[in-house]
């Protein structure tokens, strides 16, 4: 069984910045399309971004696109999200995802196109 746990949320100004990581166990992460989405109250959840297995291939939300990165260590088998220039809009529970199934060489932009989710790390950026 694959765990997937998120740490680095917290409390940050405007303009700050944050990064997260995912710490996987069980599989090696190596392996597999990975993702951060997010949700914050009374909205759906949303992709952030993704990465392909090899960690060529990127996909970002036109709302994080030239603030956030999501990079790979497979050494320490983890993703990361490094954000910055932070604003308020981005305040959610952010959750790491693994595609466990599929072997695409475009990850996933979808909720329904990964099967195993972190429990979440909270973010708040005030004004």
């Known amino acids: 069984q694959v765990t997937l746990v998120e740490s680095g949320g917290g409390l940050v100004q405007a303009g700050g910045s944050l990064r997260l990581s995912c710490q996987a166990s069980?599989?090696?992460?190596?392996?597999?399309?990975m993702g951060w989405f997010r949700q914050a109250p009374g909205k759906e959840r949303e992709v952030v971004g993704s990465t392909n297995w090899r960690g060529d291939r990127v996909y970002y939300a036109d709302s994080v696109k030239g603030r956030f990165t999501v990079s790979r260590n497979h050494a320490q088998n983890v993703i990361l999200l490094q954000m910055d220039s932070l604003k308020p809009e981005d305040t959610a529970v952010y959750y790491c995802a693994a595609d466990l199934r599929r072997h695409t060489l475009e990850p996933g932009r979808r909720v329904d196109e990964y099967d195993t989710w972190g429990r979440g790390t909270q973010v708040t950026v005030s004004s």
């Open positions: 069980g599989r090696i992460l190596s392996s597999y399309n």
